[in-house]
C-alpha cells in the first residue's frame, strides 16, 4: 500500500498545483495563436477600467504590453488605485481564458478572467518639483523678458537715426 | 539666406508661444514639477529667435524658391525646439528619440519612441496630440499657399481666393478659415469622444481627457493616442465609428471642406478625390477583409469590421489609429496583407489635407491618364482625344499635370525603396521593412514593432528624414538641397 | 444695454449651408462605413454559403 501512496502522491501534487508561472504580455501578443482559448495566468499593473454594466474592462499593463482583462464589475470594483503619472496602479493576477480575436468582443485580443485577484495594492508617487529647476525657469522667463524688451529698446532708438525701412 | 532666418526666427516665437499651451494642462492636473519643463523651453525659443529676429532683419519678400526652402526648414527648426520638454521631462530616452517624437507630432506621423505612454505627464500626454494638431494645420496652409504655386506640384491652389495674393498675404487669410475648420470638427469629435466615453463605462475625467486628445489626433490623421493600447483601450466599436468618421473628414482635401460648408454640397459625389479614395479603400477593404476571413483569422463581420476595415481606413487615411497591437500584424495577419497595407498607406489620403501619402488626387490623375492613354492607342491617329477631371471645377487634364503627378509618386516611391533598404540592411525581414518605411514615409504611423527605443541610431535618423520628407511631398527637400548645392558652388567660386 | 436676444432660427437660417455641409460630411463618412459592413456581411455570407 505504502509504494502506490508514494507514487501517486506526487502525482497528485502535480495535478493540484497551480497553472506555470504568469505569462508575459509580449509572449502572449507574439504568440497569441499559440495561446488562443487555453487558460493562462497573467499579471500586472493596471491601467485602466472601464464599467459595463455587470462586468468591466480591467487594462492590465505588463512590461510595455497592455491586454484588456474581461471581468466581473464587482472584481474591478477591487482596484483602488489606476496607474498614471503620480500613480503606481494595483498590481493584479489574473487567471482566464486567453482570446487571440475574441468572437465575444469583435475580434479584440483578451482574457476572460476566471479568477482576479489584487496582489499588491498601489502607491503614490512623489512627483514634487526640483528646486533647481524651478530655479532655473524663472531665469530664462526673466532672460526671455530682458532680451525681448532690449532688443526693442536698440531697434526703437535705430527707428530715431534711421527710420525703418530704411535701415 | 537672410530672408529664410528671418521668417524662421518670427515663425519660431509661434513655437515658443505654442510651448506654454501645455502648462495650462499641467496647472489643472497639479504637475508642478513639468511646469518648469515647458517654460524653459518656451523661454529659450523666445530668446533665440527674438536674437535672431534683430541680427536678420530684412524688408525682403519672399519669393517662391524662398518659401519651399523656409517650409523645409521649418519643419527641422520646429521639430528642434518641440523635443526639448520631451527630452528634459525624461519621456524619451535621448534627444535624438525626443526629435523622432516631436517630427512625428509636427508630420502627423504617429510612430513614438515616448517611454511608458500609460505613466507620462498629463500636461505631456496633451502636447505630444496637441503638436499633431498644430502640425495637420501647418500642413494644409503650406500646401495651399506654397506648395500649389509650383507647376510639378500638381496640386491646385485654393481657389477661394479672388484674386491671386503675395505669399504671405494669402497664408495668414488661408489659415484663418483652415484653422476655423479645424477647430470646428476637433471639437465635434472631442464631444462624441467624451460621450461615447462616458456611456462605454470609462470616468467622466478620463473620457473629457481621452476625448480631446483622441479628437485633436483623429482629425489631424495624426495617431498618437493617450494609451499605449491605442484604440484598444476602451474596446468600443462606438468610439471606433466615432474616430472612422473624424480621421475620415480628416483625410479630406481642405478645399472640398470649404466648397461642402460653402453649399456646394454635389461636390461629395463629383469629386476625383473623393471617388478615387471610395474606390480604393472599398477595395483594399474587400481584399483585406477576404483574406483574413478565408485564412480563418476573423471569423464574424463585426471582427472584420473593427480589424480589417478599421486598420485599412486608418492606413489609407494615414491616420495610425490601431485597434490590432503591432505585433500581431506579421504574425497573425501575415505578409499578403502586410504588403496591402504598406501600398495603400503610400497612396495615402487627399491633397490639402492632414493625410500624408502620394495622395488620392493624384492617384485619380495617373489613373485617368492610363485611361487616357489606351483610349489613344485604340483610336485612330487623327483622334483628338481629351480627358477631364473634377476637383471644385472640372478640369483638362493635361500633360504638365500629369507629368506632376508622376514625378511625385516617383519621388515617394523611391523615398520607399531607400527607406526599405535601410531597414533591411539593419536586419529585419522585406516585409515588417515595407510596412513600417511606408507607415514613415506616408506619415500613417502604424507599426510592426519595428519602431522602439531600442531601434539602432542610424534607423531613427533615417525614419525622421523620411517622415520629414514625405510630409514635405519631397519638393521643398530637393528645393533645399538645391538651394544649398547652389550656395556650396558660389562659396567654392569665391 | 442693446444686447440682441439669441435666435436659434435665426441662426440655424444663417448658418444653414454650414451646418447641412458637416451633417453631409458626416453622411459621407457613415455611407463609406456602410459599403465596408455591407462588404463584410456579403463576405461572411459567401464563405458560409461556400
Known sequence: MSWKVCFLAPLLLLLMAPLAEAESGKALIENSAGFNDKAVTFGGEVIGVVVRGDFAWVNVLDNGVAIGVWCRAEEARKVSIIGDYKHVGDAVEVVGTFHMACPEHGGDLDIHADNFTVVAAGRELDRSPSLLLVGLSVAFVAAAIFVAFSLRRIRKEKEKIVPWPFQ | MKVIGFNLCKFGNIIGALLLVPIIVAVFYKEFDIIPHFLIASSATFILCNVGIHFLRTTKEMELKHALCFAALTWIFCMLLAAIPFWSTGSTGSYLDANFDAMSGFTTTGLSLVRDIDHLPYSINFYRHFLQFVGGVGIIVFSLTILARSEMSSVLAFKGEARELGIRPSIVRTSRIILGIAITFMVLGAVLFTAVGISEGAGVGTSIFDGVNYSMAAYSTGGFAPHSQNMLFYHSTPYEVVALAIFLIGSFNFTFHYAVLGGKRREIFKNIEIRTMFITLTLSTLVISGLLLFSNVYSSSAMLFRKAFFQAASAHTTTGFGTVHPAQIPSLWGSAVMFIMSLIMVLGACANSTGGGIKAIRVGVIAKSFFREIKKALMPKTAWVTEKFHHIETTPLTDTIARGAMLIAVGYIFLFAVGTTVTVLHGYNTSDSMYETASAVGNVGLSSGITSPAMPALLKVTYIFLMWAGRLEIMAVLALMGFAILGLRRGIKK | ?50
Open chain 3, 1 to 50: 444695454m442693446g444686447l440682441r436676444k439669441f435666435s436659434l432660427r435665426e441662426f440655424l437660417k444663417k448658418n444653414f449651408d454650414f451646418i447641412t455641409g458637416i451633417l453631409s460630411e458626416v453622411g459621407l463618412t457613415a455611407l463609406i462605413m456602410g459599403v465596408a459592413l455591407a462588404i463584410c456581411l456579403l463576405l461572411v455570407f459567401i464563405k458560409s454559403v461556400f
